[in-house]
């Protein structure tokens, strides 16, 4: 798991990853934003680099701190047809379709 | 690895302008889980569906919404699992595939990862030549599929339905085993048929249950994998041959002239019957997986696996054996049979007899094959709107094994059944189609084809191959309803040939 790997560099982003990062997540970010942006993650990466100290050898990796099982759910529908909410909030619709900028290849 | 191991086939070899090419596939298919909810809510799974009807607010990632998982759609993944001959991992992990399209409105697909639900198996492939293969499978994992984007309604802008949104997909990727096209069209098949017999993906591929990326490369036989083209979405099993004998032509027209194979992923454009580069794709390949927080390991017990590989149906490979073994089938009329569960089940009730016996196989067998499915081909009916029921067929082959009717009547008298129904005994002995085995009146009827053709009988005694005239003659006399055997017999006596 990429979360307990050791590190001996403490972690930190350039100014072309946090362009990357942005643009993985379509965020239009300008030049001027960067360097502050830049910042501010590795502010994150130092704060959460502190776990780097704990010693984590033989340990399992874990996404819950919760004792507890996956809940499963029977296989009914219970919900949708309500199609005029789906769309409730998009720019724009047709015929309860949501209307995104031509995407085809 | 079986891709080092299997040893090159040179029948499938593809020539190039400076020696033969070997062609190496790997595929993952997407089967689209038989459940009646999504993954992840209680939205339907119904095809069709008005514009983003069947949605809930989980499918469309409004905001809070959390995921919990269908509890169906784990036992099917076992299934299929247990299908495949594969190992079950009793505990699996789900995890965030990041990437941005307009059918994700998550911004990522909840797939899994590094702990897939299932791990290696294997499918065994027959080829209609009599050969065999077994494909390896690497793993089979759980993941949402997403929605549907509609590029033809509008000029400028591109429609979004979610109705697919978050419908469970069984990813299942196979080594690179596969050396042909006709080898990848076959262990889709094969794939399908298993799938289907388990009732864990109705496999119509039509409505896109099932869908293909198709990785092709090509190389020297013998020397290291060639770098790889995966072919995306192909969603017809004849497009899967299609795509990977155009793009392994392509791949060797480019080594051959000297060039390199760029690492990339493909479509197959159906019209035109090429695969063409999707030039965007290599940098969205960042899907940066991690695990899902809101989603605990997926835990499983051992006795829930055993109590779902108790309640699996036969599959297509142990009924295979068994038709040949317990009704002396040849293994391709077995192969044929069991391709579909359900003409499977139509074979086994004609043969078995209402008082709990059993009809010979051989006979039932070529019958379903023969004429049943020739009928229903024509017709373009499935095995279950067979308008012959196999109570129906089994009787008329009772009457032909009674020696009530020849072969010949009794493909009249299945037309009979097949367009006005009813009880082929009745129907027999309603319009007199029994067969004459009294040997008086087939007797008579030769005696009176001898005293009006003194001509022939002269010729028979010369060419005893004339007799088919003679044979006949007598059938027409009698209406077609004169045991064949019966007339052989007797004319061969009457006119003094051996």
Same mark, same amino acid.
């Given at each position: 798991?990429?979360?307990?790997?050791?590190?001996?560099?403490?972690?930190s982003v350039?100014?072309?990853t946090?362009?990357?990062?942005a643009?993985l997540?379509?965020?239009?970010?300008?030049?001027?934003?960067?360097?502050h942006?830049q910042g501010?993650l590795?502010?994150?990466?130092?704060f959460?680099?502190?776990l780097d100290t704990?010693?984590?050898?033989?340990?399992e990796?874990?996404?819950?701190?919760?004792?507890?099982?996956?809940?499963?759910?029977?296989d009914?529908?219970t919900?949708g047809?309500?199609?005029?909410?789906?769309?409730?909030?998009?720019?724009?619709?047709e015929?309860h379709?949501?209307?995104?900028?031509k995407?085809?290849? | 690895m079986?891709a080092?191991t299997?040893?090159?086939?040179?029948a499938?070899?593809?020539?190039?302008?400076?020696?033969?090419?070997?062609?190496?596939?790997?595929?993952?298919?997407?089967? &689209?889980v038989s459940?009646?909810?999504?993954l992840?809510?209680?939205?339907?799974?119904?095809?069709?569906?008005?514009?983003n009807? /069947?949605?809930s !607010?989980?499918?469309?990632?409004?905001?809070?919404?959390l995921p919990? +998982?269908? #509890?169906e759609?784990?036992?099917q993944?076992?299934?299929?699992g247990?299908? !495949?001959?594969?190992?079950?991992?009793?505990?699996?992990?789900?995890?965030?595939?990041?990437?941005?399209y307009?059918?994700l409105p998550?911004?990522? &697909?909840i797939?899994q990862?590094?702990s897939?639900i299932?791990?290696e198996?294997?499918?065994i492939?027959?080829?209609?030549?009599?050969?065999?293969?077994?494909?390896?499978i690497?793993?089979? /994992?759980? =993941?949402?599929?997403a929605?549907k984007?509609? /590029?033809?309604?509008?000029?400028?802008?591109?429609?979004?339905?979610?109705?697919?949104?978050?419908? $469970?997909?069984?990813?299942?990727?196979? *080594?690179p085993?596969? *050396?042909?096209?006709?080898?990848a069209k076959?262990?889709?098949?094969?794939?399908?048929? +298993?799938?289907?017999? !388990?009732?864990t993906?109705?496999?119509d591929?039509?409505?896109?249950?099932?869908?293909?990326?198709?990785?092709?490369?090509?190389?020297?036989?013998?020397?290291?994998?060639g770098?790889?083209?995966?072919i995306?979405?192909v969603?017809?099993?004849r497009?899967?041959?299609?795509a990977i004998?155009?793009?392994? *032509?392509r791949?060797v027209?480019?080594?051959?002239d000297?060039?390199?194979? %760029?690492q990339?992923?493909?479509?197959f %454009?159906?019209?035109?019957?090429e695969?063409?580069?999707?030039?965007?794709k290599?940098e #969205? /390949?960042?899907?940066?997986?991690?695990?899902?927080p809101?989603?605990?390991?997926? =835990? !499983?017990e051992?006795a829930?696996?055993?109590?779902?590989?108790?309640?699996?149906?036969?599959?297509?490979d142990e009924?295979k054996?068994r038709?040949?073994e317990?009704?002396g089938?040849?293994?391709?009329?077995? $192969?044929?049979?069991?391709a579909?569960?359900?003409?499977?089940?139509?074979f =086994?009730a004609?043969?078995?007899?209402s008082?709990?016996?059993?009809?010979d196989?051989?006979?039932?067998a070529?019958?379903v094959?023969n004429?049943?499915?020739?009928?229903?081909?024509? =017709?373009g009916?499935?095995v279950?709107?067979?308008?012959v029921s196999?109570?129906?067929l089994?009787?008329?082959?009772?009457?032909?094994?009674?020696?009530?009717?020849s072969?010949?009547?009794?493909k009249d008298?299945f037309?009979?059944?097949?367009?006005?129904?009813?009880?082929? *005994?009745?129907?027999?002995?309603?319009?007199?189609?029994?067969?004459?085995?009294d040997?008086?009146?087939?007797?008579?009827?030769?005696?009176?084809i001898?005293?009006?053709?003194p001509?022939?009988v002269? &010729?028979?005694?010369?060419?005893?191959?004339?007799?088919?005239?003679?044979?006949g003659?007598?059938?027409?006399?009698?209406?077609?309803?004169a045991?064949?055997?019966?007339?052989? $017999?007797l004319?061969? $006596?009457?006119?003094?040939?051996?």
């Amino acid at each position: 798991m990429i979360c307990n790997e050791i590190r001996l560099e403490p972690m930190s982003v350039d100014a072309t990853t946090v362009r990357r990062i942005a643009h993985l997540a379509r965020i239009a970010v300008t030049d001027d934003d960067i360097p502050h942006l830049q910042g501010e993650l590795n502010a994150i990466l130092a704060f959460v680099e502190e776990l780097d100290t704990v010693d984590v050898t033989g340990v399992e990796p874990m996404t819950s701190v919760t004792p507890m099982a996956l809940i499963q759910r029977e296989d009914v529908v219970t919900d949708g047809g309500y199609p005029d909410d789906i769309v409730a909030n998009a720019p724009m619709t047709e015929d309860h379709f949501f209307m995104v900028p031509k995407v085809v290849e | 690895m079986n891709a080092h191991t299997r040893p090159a086939d040179p029948a499938k070899l593809i020539k190039g302008a400076t020696g033969d090419w070997e062609i190496i596939i790997g595929m993952e298919i997407h089967a &689209q889980v038989s459940s009646k909810s999504k993954l992840f809510s209680g939205a339907s799974t119904e095809f069709g569906g008005e514009p983003n009807d /069947h949605v809930s !607010l989980v499918d469309a990632a409004m905001p809070g919404m959390l995921p919990v +998982i269908n #509890a169906e759609c784990v036992a099917q993944a076992v299934r299929s699992g247990l299908g !495949l001959k594969a190992e079950i991992n009793l505990t699996s992990v789900f995890d965030r595939k990041n990437y941005f399209y307009p059918d994700l409105p998550q911004g990522y &697909q909840i797939s899994q990862y590094k702990s897939p639900i299932v791990g290696e198996g294997e499918v065994i492939v027959d080829m209609l030549d009599g050969s065999r293969f077994t494909v390896g499978i690497e793993r089979l /994992h759980l =993941e949402q599929d997403a929605g549907k984007s509609l /590029h033809d309604q509008h000029p400028t802008m591109s429609f979004v339905d979610l109705n697919r949104s978050g419908v $469970a997909l069984m990813e299942i990727v196979s *080594r690179p085993d596969l *050396r042909s096209a006709d080898e990848a069209k076959a262990y889709v098949t094969k794939l399908r048929t +298993i799938l289907r017999y !388990l009732g864990t993906c109705d496999g119509d591929m039509e409505k896109g249950s099932l869908r293909a990326d198709v990785n092709v490369s090509v190389r020297r036989p013998g020397e290291p994998l060639g770098t790889r083209c995966e072919i995306k979405n192909v969603n017809s099993i004849r497009f899967i041959g299609q795509a990977i004998e155009y793009e392994a *032509r392509r791949q060797v027209d480019i080594l051959e002239d000297g060039g390199v194979i %760029d690492q990339e992923t493909r479509l197959f %454009d159906a019209g035109k019957g090429e695969t063409r580069s999707m030039r965007s794709k290599e940098e #969205a /390949h960042d899907y940066r997986y991690f695990p899902d927080p809101d989603l605990l390991p997926l =835990e !499983l017990e051992e006795a829930y696996v055993e109590e779902l590989k108790r309640g699996l149906p036969e599959l297509p490979d142990e009924k295979k054996a068994r038709f040949v073994e317990s009704f002396g089938l040849s293994s391709y009329d077995a $192969a044929v049979l069991v391709a579909e569960r359900e003409t499977a089940d139509f074979f =086994e009730a004609v043969v078995a007899k209402s008082d709990g016996g059993a009809r010979d196989g051989k006979a039932v067998a070529n019958w379903v094959i023969n004429e049943l499915f020739g009928r229903l081909n024509k =017709e373009g009916l499935a095995v279950t709107a067979s308008p012959v029921s196999a109570a129906q067929l089994g009787a008329i082959i009772d009457l032909i094994g009674e020696d009530v009717i020849s072969g010949k009547i009794a493909k009249d008298l299945f037309e009979i059944v097949w367009s006005e129904g009813g009880d082929p *005994r009745q129907i027999v002995e309603d319009r007199g189609m029994k067969q004459v085995t009294d040997t008086g009146a087939i007797e008579q009827a030769i005696d009176a084809i001898i005293a009006a053709n003194p001509d022939k009988v002269e &010729q028979v005694k010369a060419k005893p191959t004339m007799l088919g005239w003679f044979v006949g003659q007598v059938m027409k006399s009698t209406g077609g309803k004169a045991n064949p055997q019966a007339v052989n $017999a007797l004319l061969k $006596a009457k006119l003094g040939i051996e």
